[in-house]
């Protein structure tokens, strides 16, 4: 069973930065695309950036600029710089991975959560 560990949120003041880490364990062979969502309570999750195994990133519109994704597939791992934030990038933050396990099956994992709060 694959399990998505976050951390890095918390609380920032506008122009601030933070920086989210994610890493999945289990009996992983490869992980293919990576990427980071956000939610606003009562609200749809909404893709923030993504990354392909080969480093290939897209971003949302609104983060373009100001976040940066990367990845360390020897640790499993992928990584979310967040710069210049703004109040409106307030929202709890979810990574995914989209697992091959050894066993040849495939999976969506996703992280638990990690809230970042940015204060005007």
């Known amino acids: 069973q694959v399990q998505l560990a976050e951390s890095g949120g918390g609380l920032v003041q506008a122009g601030g930065s933070l920086r989210l880490s994610c890493a999945a364990s289990g009996s992983i062979f490869s992980i293919n695309a990576m990427g980071w969502y956000r939610q606003l309570p009562g609200k749809q999750r909404e893709l923030v950036a993504s990354?392909?195994?080969?480093?290939?990133?897209s971003y949302a519109e609104s983060v373009k600029g100001r976040f940066t994704i990367s990845r360390d597939n020897a640790k499993n791992a992928v990584y979310l710089q967040m710069n210049s934030l703004k109040p409106e990038d307030t929202a709890e933050y979810y990574c995914n991975a989209d697992i091959v396990w050894w066993s040849g099956s495939q999976s969506l994992g996703w992280g638990q959560g990690t809230q970042v709060t940015v204060s005007s």
């Open positions: 990354i392909t195994r080969g480093g290939m990133t």
